[in-house]
């Protein structure tokens, strides 16, 4: 069965640093993958998505790498801020095109200390 | 303009009970999602409706659980009887139908906590 793997649970970064997540999966070839921030007590809030023939997707300090062969896709932070501590959620797309049917990793905990 | 709205942010029953989840999409979305995550696990895809209908309920855990969204417009979520592992945050989520077959952006409403004792 698709697997999805997020590097760690829990990852501590200095303020002005880059964060770097990662994202593995395996057994599956998705047609996009998401990443997604979620804050305590709220629902996941959509961050970006970069679909299958996309290397790399920018949004102000986000960047997203997305790569096929190695199956993985690399989240990062640019100038890291404190308040962008947070758990952050990896999520494949469908292989099937169309439909919207996400399957959710498991979330890595990002604090950005002062 | 209002996001996903939960009810009830929490709910505590006791094993055997019924409890019915409600969820009020954006408006104009005719997509609607319910998620489960259980502590310690990743969110779980349960079903989707194309407005009153059910696209796909493959991620329904068994026949307790129900879900209904008349009229196309909110959803509920009934557990009838809940059972200790029903436990978990229930999430819905909703998008609007291009048609293009385009990835829409889901918006998550909160989560009703649930807790069976």
């Known amino acids: 069965s698709q697997k999805i793997e997020q590097n760690s649970e829990a990852l501590n970064i200095q303020e002005g640093k880059t964060a770097t997540l990662t994202c593995n999966y395996t057994n599956y070839s998705p047609a996009y993958l998401q990443w997604y921030r979620q804050d305590p007590g709220r629902g996941p809030v959509f961050l970006l998505l970069?679909?299958?023939?996309?290397k790399e997707k920018r949004k102000e300090r986000l960047k997203v790498t997305f790569d096929t062969t190695l199956k993985q896709s690399l989240f990062h932070i640019t100038a890291s801020q404190p308040a962008d501590s947070a758990t952050y959620l990896c999520a494949l797309g469908p292989n099937s095109g169309g439909y919207q049917k996400v399957t959710f990793g498991t979330g890595t905990k990002l604090q950005v200390i002062p | 303009e209002a996001g996903v709205t939960q009810f009830p942010s929490h709910s505590v029953i006791e094993k055997g009970q019924t409890v019915t989840l409600r969820c009020d999409p954006i408006?104009?979305?005719?997509?609607l999602y319910w998620y489960r995550r259980v502590m310690g696990k990743e969110i779980k895809f349960l079903l989707h409706?194309?407005?009153?209908?059910?696209?796909?309920e493959s991620g329904m855990p068994n026949n307790r659980f129900l879900a209904e969204r008349t009229g196309g417009t909110y959803s509920t979520l009934k557990v009838q009887p809940a059972e200790l592992e029903d436990s978990g945050v229930y999430f819905c989520?909703?998008?609007?139908?291009?048609?293009?077959?385009?990835?829409?952006?889901?918006?998550f409403g909160p989560g009703t906590r649930l807790l069976v004792l």
């Open positions: 409706f194309v407005k009153e209908s059910k696209q796909d």
């Open positions: 970069i679909r299958e023939n996309e």
């Open positions: 989520a909703s998008s609007q139908y291009t048609g293009t077959g385009n990835q829409e952006t889901q918006y």
């Open positions: 408006s104009g979305h005719d997509n």
